[in-house]
T-cell receptor, first 112, second 113 residues
Framework: DQQVKQNSPSLSVQEGRISILNCDYT??????FLWYKKYPAEGPTFLISISSIKDKNEDGRFTVFLNKSAKHLSLHIVPSQPGDSAVYFCAASEINAGKSTFGDGTTLTVKP | NAGVMQNPRHLVRRRGQEARLRCSPM?????VYWYRQLPEEGLKFMVY????????ESGMPKERFSAEFPKEGPSILRIQQVVRGDSAAYFC???????????FGPGTRLTVL
C-alpha cells in the first residue's frame, strides 16, 4: 500500500509559466511534508517543507499548499525556469518516526 | 565539503558476492538513514540508525542485509550474497536532532552482474 502518491509521472511547462506538482497521502499520522528536487546521478536536495499545522509555506518562487482534509499537497513554482527541470519527490514523516515516506516522483521539464 | 559523503559512487558485484556501502554523515549529525531507489520508483526507507544503535529497521529485508553505525567511522550498509534484484541506487541521509531535515548524499549505484 503506497502511502504517498504522485499520480503524474511527468509534467511539461513553458518557461515563465506556473508549474504545479501534486501529491496525495493516505496516512493521517503524517505531520510533516517535504519536497525534494533530484537531478540524475545526484542525491535528492531539500526544496521546501510544511508542517501539518499550516496550510501554506512560501520560499521565493516555491510555494507548498497543504489540504489536510483532502490529504493533498501541491508544489507551485512560479515563474518556472529551465533550470527547474528535474525529478520532484514528495515525502512525508510521522511525528517521532525519523523515516520519510517518498512518492515515486514527477519529472518536470521546463521548455525555453 | 561538509555534506554527506558516500562511497563508492559506483559498485559492480557478481551474484553471490558481498557489497559494502559507506556513508559519512554531515559534521555534527548523529542520525543516519538509508534509502533504496529502484529504477522508475521513489526512495524506499530501509533503516534508521543513531550512533551504535539501530532505531528502525522496518524497511530492511530480513535476510542478507545489515547496517551499522559505529561509535567511530562511517555507517556501513552490507549486502551479503547479492542478487540481480539488489541492483539499485542506495542513498544515505543524515540529520541532527530535527530528523525532519534530512540531508542526502550522492548515492551509491550498485550493479549486480
Amino acid at each position: 500500500d503506497q502511502q504517498v502518491k504522485q499520480n503524474s509521472p511527468s509534467l511539461s511547462v513553458q518557461e515563465g509559466r506556473i508549474s504545479i506538482l501534486n501529491c496525495d497521502y493516505t496516512n493521517s499520522m503524517f505531520d510533516y511534508f517535504l519536497w525534494y528536487k533530484k537531478y540524475p546521478a545526484e542525491g535528492p536536495t531539500f526544496l521546501i517543507s510544511i508542517s501539518s499545522i499550516k496550510d501554506k509555506n512560501e520560499d521565493g518562487r516555491f510555494t507548498v499548499f497543504l489540504n489536510k482534509s483532502a490529504k493533498h499537497l501541491s508544489l507551485h513554482i512560479v515563474p518556472s525556469q529551465p533550470g527547474d527541470s528535474a525529478v520532484y519527490f514528495c515525502a512525508a514523516s510521522e511525528i517521532n518516526a525519523g523515516k520519510s515516506t517518498f512518492g515515486d516522483g514527477t519529472t518536470l521539464t521546463v521548455k525555453p | 565539503n561538509a555534506g554527506v559523503m558516500q562511497n563508492p559512487r559506483h559498485l559492480v558485484r557478481r551474484r553471490g558476492q558481498e557489497a559494502r556501502l559507506r556513508c559519512s554523515p554531515m559534521k555534527g549529525h548523529s542520525h543516519v538513514y538509508w534509502y533504496r531507489q529502484l529504477p522508475e520508483e521513489g526512495l524506499k526507507f530501509m533503516v534508521y540508525l543513531q550512533k551504535e544503535n539501530i532505531i528502525d529497521e522496518s524497511g530492511m529485508p530480513k535476510e542478507r542485509f545489515s547496517a551499522e553505525f559505529p561509535k567511530e567511522g562511517p555507517s556501513i550498509l552490507r549486502i551479503q550474497q547479492v542478487v540481480r534484484g539488489d541492483s539499485a541506487a542506495y542513498f544515505c541521509a543524515s540529520s541532527g536532532r530535527d530528523y525532519y531535515e534530512q540531508f542526502f548524499g550522492p548515492g551509491t549505484r550498485l550493479t549486480v552482474l
